[in-house]
């Protein structure tokens, strides 16, 4: 899987680099009883800085905690919004070992193509031997 973890992580990069974003992707396993695949918290990261002159804009004159409060909000909302978008531009994207993109809040889950990422995996098995999974 960490061919598809590195594709995922890839196409991630580019569409943030694409909007001027940059951050540390990482991805965890969504866990079972939901499908396989993993998720990343990436657009809630950067949702601060997503909406930076937004929240520079509407929290000026503020007091402390009315700024801080609704910088709070404006960041949530410009990460779901970062999410909803990435989501429909990612599951455009070239990823073979991936079945669809969506977004959940401000996450970005990525489901596996089960059948298409076994397939990758037992080839890889079968040409590597006892040497799979080695370092």
Known sequence: MQVAHAEIISAINQALASRGLSGRVALLEIEPPRDWGVSSNVCFMLGR???ADEISRQTEGLGKKEA????????????????SELAGELQ????PYIGRVEAEGAYLNFYYD???????VLSSVLAQ????GGE
């Open 68 to 83: 801080k409060q609704l910088s709070g909000q404006l960041a949530n909302e410009a990460g779901v919004r970062l999410a």
């Open 92 to 95: 455009r994207a070239a990823l």
């Open 49 to 51: 800085e997503a909406a």
């Open 114 to 120: 089960a059948q298409r990422l076994s397939a990758h």
């Open 129 to 132: 031997g006892a040497q799979f």
